[in-house]
Structure formats: structure tokens, C-alpha cells
């Protein structure tokens, strides 16, 4: 399945790559591995762009945190949750999907777990 952040498991999960970005492709301004999993990285730098409203570092890869109290209340990016303190898009990996989470631009997300994302 697909989403305009890149490729999505059976059950909405963004499938992402933590690794070095070695970029196979492009997707919306997302660096994307050979098997379309987006990168991402947890590390914010003053060389970051930001790409339909999401920071994304200087090699492509989207910056995520996980959900933490000092980046509440969230803000919101195209209905997708974003940290107050970096702008960074929350996310949770592999966690149990709350029946209640909508599909957001085609990824599953909620407003306490931010994007459902898995490393596959």
C-alpha cells in the first residue's frame, strides 16, 4: 500500500529504514531505500528543510520523536501530529494500533501516538 510519506503495511503502519540515508529514490521530497521504506532520523539539525510542512534532514530522511510530554499539545500538518519544541512528526514504532486510529494522509495515526511506523 502507499501514502504520500512512502509505502504502508496491511494495516496502515508507515514502513520506515533508521539506517543511513543511501537513497534509492525520491518520494514528495522523502528519501525512500530500495525497498520504499522512508528514512527517518531522530536527529535535528540547522540544515533541515521542510517538505510539504515536515522537517526532513538535508539527505532526505523525515525527523521524527516519539511522543513526550514537552512536545505537547501537538501541532498539526496536514492533519498529521508535529512536536511544539522541533517540529519534528511524532511517531510510534511497532506499538498496538488503537482501533479509534484514523487513516491521515494514508498512514494510521492518533493524537496520542502520533504516526503508527514500523522497521521491516
Known amino acids: 500500500m502507499s501514502s504520500p510519506l512512502g509505502f504502508t503495511d496491511a494495516v496502515g503502519q508507515l514502513k520506515i529504514n533508521t539506517g543511513a ?9 522523502f528519501a525512500l531505500d530500495g525497498s ?3 528514512f527517518v532520523t531522530t536527529v535535528v539539525s540547522a540544515g533541515d528543510v521542510y517538505v510539504g510542512g515536515l522537517r526532513v534532514s538535508g539527505a532526505g530522511a523525515l525527523v521524527v520523536s516519539d511522543p513526550a510530554a514537552p512536545s505537547q499539545p501537538y501541532t498539526y500538518v496536514k492533519g498529521l501530529p508535529t512536536s511544539k519544541v522541533d517540529s519534528s512528526l ?3 514504532v511497532d506499538g498496538v494500533i488503537l482501533a479509534t486510529a484514523p487513516y491521515v ?3 494510521r495515526a492518533d493524537d496520542t501516538n502520533g504516526v503508527y ?3 521491516l
Open 90 to 92: 511524532i511517531r510510534t
Open 21 to 29: 540515508v543511501a537513497a534509492k529514490a525520491y518520494r514528495g521530497g
Open 117 to 119: 511506523m514500523t522497521i
Open 36 to 38: 520504499g521504506r522512508v
Open 105 to 107: 494522509a494514508g498512514v
